[in-house]
């Protein structure tokens, strides 16, 4: 059974602080199954079916202005998958994305790609597949065979593009995977798939699955990671601020993998602001220094409400949008402390 989707839908200028995704309320509607219509597959030896690629100048080669002395070492590389960017009309009622679609490849592009996959550029070469991604309703829809095939629809692409990717592109090179919301839905899918049990196991370097739940038994190999120097590990948080219990969201509830990506522990020791690095919010190129502190609580990461320019209007207190890029520079940082740990160990062993 598919997870809930923890979408909110933002009407306020500020939602943009956090990058823009969107929900639409419930609505009794006949979907059409984007296979039933002639749309070729990607072939991922096509570049324009990569948001992101070494080969190509794309979103996640930036680097925000006061981040750009810092040396980085892409000895690494990151397969990361985007989240849900088909949030908005939708007149034909696809259950899935057509790769054509200009308008949500550059939405993709402009918010997800250079918010969250830039992230790991430092250390990875990143590497991030157009996919046929379901539409957002699909979380909602009350048809199960519908839902189910518009994500197996979905996985589909993916699964076909990391495929191609470990044929032809990696060469042996330490993986890390990468992926938020309908991301994270697909990212499961794939570890338990390519990974668990799997010789590919040996060169997995972290998997960061944010944004969904991921049960704590969901993998029998794979363990969630316990401190910031496990390798061949799962990290995985969804952002609240203190007080949010809504839609399955608990601070009792701890069959979930739960971590704090500023301690980057399971614990529920608060991390204080000090500790936490550095957002990137809507300016790109500015950095919101020690804006919040942060606790493991149940089976959700709580913040205290993030200290930003203009954060005094900010109400909400889900910051799904944010999961990443809340913590741009802990994530940043933990990425190539990770993959050197990894190196430094004989014959990649996993802990």
């Known amino acids: 059974m598919l997870p809930v989707a923890p979408f909110l839908k933002y009407i306020t200028p500020t939602v943009i602080t956090f990058i823009f995704l969107s929900c639409s309320q419930q609505v009794a509607t006949q979907y059409t199954p984007l296979k039933t219509i002639k749309h070729a597959g990607p072939d991922y030896s096509n570049l324009k079916y990569w948001a992101a690629h070494p080969l190509k100048v794309d979103p996640s080669d930036s680097v925000p202005i006061p981040l750009h002395s810092i040396p980085g070492d892409t000895s690494a590389d990151v397969f990361f998958i985007h989240p849900t960017t088909f949030t908005g009309k939708n007149e034909i009622h696809l259950t899935n994305a057509p790769l054509e679609d200009e308008f949500i ?107 969904m739940p991921v049960e704590k038994n969901f993998y029998t190999s794979i363990p969630p990671c316990q401190d910031s120097l496990s390798t061949g590990c799962i990290t995985s948080w969804r952002t609240y601020r203190n007080g949010y219990l809504k839609n399955g969201v608990s601070n009792e509830d701890t069959s979930l993998i739960t971590t704090n990506p500023v301690t980057w522990t399971p614990g529920t020791e608060v991390a204080t602001r000090d500790l936490h690095k550095g957002a990137i919010l809507y300016k790109f190129n500015s950095i919101a220094e020690h804006p919040n502190s942060t606790v493991v609580a149940g089976n959700a990461l709580w913040i205290s409400k993030p200290k930003f320019k203009g954060g005094v209007f900010y109400f909400q207190k889900n910051y799904h949008i944010g999961d990443f890029n809340l913590f741009y520079l802990n994530v940043r940082e933990d990425v190539a402390r990770r993959i050197r740990i990894y190196q430094q160990k004989p014959n990649h062993n996993i802990e």
């Open 105 to 211: 490849n550059n939405k993709t592009d402009r918010s997800s790609i250079l918010y969250q996959a830039s992230i790991f550029n430092a250390s990875c070469k990143v590497y991030a597949p157009r996919y046929r991604q379901a539409y957002l309703q699909m979380y909602y829809e009350k048809d199960s065979t519908t839902r189910q095939n518009a994500f197996d629809f979905a996985y589909n692409d993916v699964r076909a593009a990391f495929q191609y990717y470990l044929d032809s592109l990696n060469h042996g090179r330490p993986i890390i995977i990468a992926s938020h919301s309908q991301g994270t839905t697909h990212a499961k899918k794939l570890i338990k798939e390519f990974f668990e049990d799997k010789p590919l196991r040996s060169q997995l370097v972290c998997a960061y699955l944010v944004g």
